[in-house]
């Protein structure tokens, strides 16, 4: 979406601007130091900008509208390197929890049972003999 917006105040951290239907937005940082100029000029001059408006999370973010060229396409979220090493690791591992036995997890919830089970029964024969 494109808006209309002015530069309302320019720091080391981006600079914030608001936009033609009163809402404020932020620019990055990284935006501003390629542009510095341009959002300078708007803020001395109070010149109006036109901006690229995103939503992220709870703010608005905006980018000069005449440098955008399209939205950025979703980060690819599968590294096969990675996928073949976890393949790997859990090859390797398997002999750790084989399929015939309970599970590790298992196991020490099994002990931590017996084990409270024991305090528990001397707990209840200490209290009988008082």
Known sequence: M?????????HRFGAAVRLADGRVASVSAREVEAHRATYQESLSARRVLRLAVRE????LSVVLADFVTDEPSAPNLTDEAFEERLADYLRETEDWAPPDQPQPFERHLTRKRRRAAQFESSAIRSQAES
Do not use: H, Y
């Open 2 to 10: 494109t808006l209309l917006g002015t530069v309302i105040s320019l």
């Open 56 to 59: 992220q999370g709870r703010g």
